[in-house]
């Protein structure tokens, strides 16, 4: 009995515990509803882009569907990359920072075209995409 009665009391001391949780959570959430920003980031992707030069490319699809196609330009050599580090937005502007890397040894030569894509769904007014050390990527289209 005194087992059952430890469960109990286990029981209702946890479960508010619980439930207090769980609504600061959903507070939470309800609250940040309206700075919720929409985006994907493509970086594998079975598309044959060769940029030669480093910058990114603008595309709007359709249907609210915006694509920023971020390269790094032509590359001698394989192990080159780049990414996305983050994408933020305040008001009407999207910065964007990426982190490209450089092969840690010795390569085999070939003419590489690293990129990666970002699609939005909201076109921002103005968008800023810089490396990590705050270089800027011109636009070419």
């Known amino acids: 009995m005194k087992k059952s ?6 029981l209702l001391i946890i479960i508010p515990i619980i439930l207090v949780i769980i609504g600061i959570s959903i507070l939470f959430v309800h609250s940040n509803d309206k700075n919720k920003f929409k985006y994907k980031i493509y970086d ?7 940029f030669m030069n480093k910058g990114y490319y ?16 032509e590359k001698t050599t394989y ?16 910065k964007v920072i990426v982190h ?9 030569s070939a003419l590489t075209y690293p990129y990666v894509i970002l699609e939005l769904y ?14 800027s990527f011109e636009r070419f289209n």
């Open 122 to 135: 909201e076109n921002p007014k103005k968008i800023e995409i810089v490396d990590e050390k705050g270089n």
């Open 44 to 50: 594998k992707v079975d598309m044959d882009y060769k």
């Open 79 to 94: 192990g080159y990359s780049i990414d996305i580090d983050s994408v933020t937005k305040t008001d009407d502007k999207v």
């Open 5 to 10: 009665s430890k469960k109990i009391n286990f």
């Open 100 to 108: 490209e890397t450089s092969p840690d040894g010795i390569e085999n």
């Open 58 to 73: 603008y595309e709007e699809l359709g249907g609210g569907v915006y694509h920023y196609v971020i390269t790094s330009g």
